[in-house]
């Protein structure tokens, strides 16, 4: 199954090539604009205007809440039913200290609100979280790829592993374009179209 798409792609492989493309390409201009510096750290309506930047000349769904239940493997992210409830309780979230503000990233993981796009716009999200609160971000290219779908994988039920790894490769160098563009890279999503696609669930 591929993503209805404005680009009119049929062929999954070539939509998430041209995605990581643009996506890549918008994160750029992102981050040189100073759009973040604009944003509410830690709240979801950052997090949708991020999504938006970055999907809007892909997806017509870009900055709003999935309509539809997904899996991946095993995992269930939130229902649609109760999403939009749950993304109320994150933006409550306290976000004083790196404990803190890992765990709120990994209950908007868990959330995931978004069809598609939701592991590169939610790791701009947490640096820039990262970047108000502590003065620092996620140096990505310390963190090996498999480590971390795996301990993100594991986070709702034990968070251990992923605040180490994030811990560790924290670095005052929060202006940084290239340790920013990093996080954009796609093979450290794991809610590709491959994955997805014979796991989608009815919205019932």
Sequence with gaps: MVLENKLGI?????????EERIS??????????????NLEAGKFE?????HKYL??????????????NIAKGGFRFAPVIYLKSALEYIDCMPQSNFDEIIEKYIE????????EGNGRSTRIWLDLILKKEIKKVVDWSKIDKEDYLLAMERSPIR??????????????????????MKGIDASYNYEGYNSFKSSDLSNK
């Design 10 to 18: 049929t062929n999954s492989a070539d939509l998430a090539k041209e």
């Design 55 to 68: 999907f809007d000349d892909i997806y017509s769904f870009a900055g709003e809440i999935r309509t539809v």
């Design 46 to 50: 950052s997090l949708s205007e991020i």
């Design 108 to 115: 908007m993981n868990v959330a995931h609100p978004f069809r």
């Design 159 to 180: 968070d251990v592993e992923i605040k180490t790894l994030l811990q560790n490769a924290l670095t005052l160098d929060v202006n940084n374009r290239e340790v920013y």
């Design 24 to 37: 890549k390409t918008k994160a750029v201009k992102l981050f040189e604009s100073g759009y973040l510096d």
